[in-house]
């Protein structure tokens, strides 16, 4: 069993910078998947990044592409998400998730996920 707590959320104006984490215990974090999710208010949850177990490979969503990064550090089981220029748009409950998808892109593939951590861009 994977627990996942993110942490680094907050408020932030526009063309701002935050970075999130999201630690995990309790299981093979180094040999999983990870993903960064968010959910807008009144929106369905949406894919924003991946990155191999390695982190020879990171993907992400073209709305994010360029300001976001993904890194990870596997001796602290620990992964991170930068968020640069951020706009209001990128307000959300961002969270991550842990697995071995076969399409990181897609939220059912993923087995564990943390409970979530607010960020709001203020015009």
């Known amino acids: 069993q994977v627990q996942l707590v993110e942490s680094g959320g907050g408020l932030v104006q526009a063309g701002g910078s935050l970075r999130l984490s999201c630690a995990a215990s309790?299981?093979?974090?180094?040999?999983?998947?990870m993903g960064w999710f968010r959910q807008a208010p009144g929106k369905e949850r949406e894919f924003v990044g991946d990155?191999?177990?390695?982190?020879?490979?990171?993907r992400y969503a073209n709305s994010v592409k360029g300001r976001f990064t993904i890194s990870r550090d596997n001796a602290k089981n620990t992964v991170y998400l930068q968020m640069n220029s951020l706009k209001p748009e990128d307000t959300a409950v961002y969270y991550c998730?842990?697995?071995?998808?076969?399409?990181?892109?897609?939220?059912?593939?993923?087995?564990?996920w943390g409970q979530g951590t607010q960020v709001t861009v203020s015009s």
């Open positions: 309790g299981g093979a974090f180094s040999s999983r998947a």
């Open positions: 998730a842990a697995g071995r998808p076969a399409r990181p892109w897609t939220q059912d593939e993923y087995s564990y």
């Open positions: 990155i191999y177990w390695s982190g020879a490979l990171t």
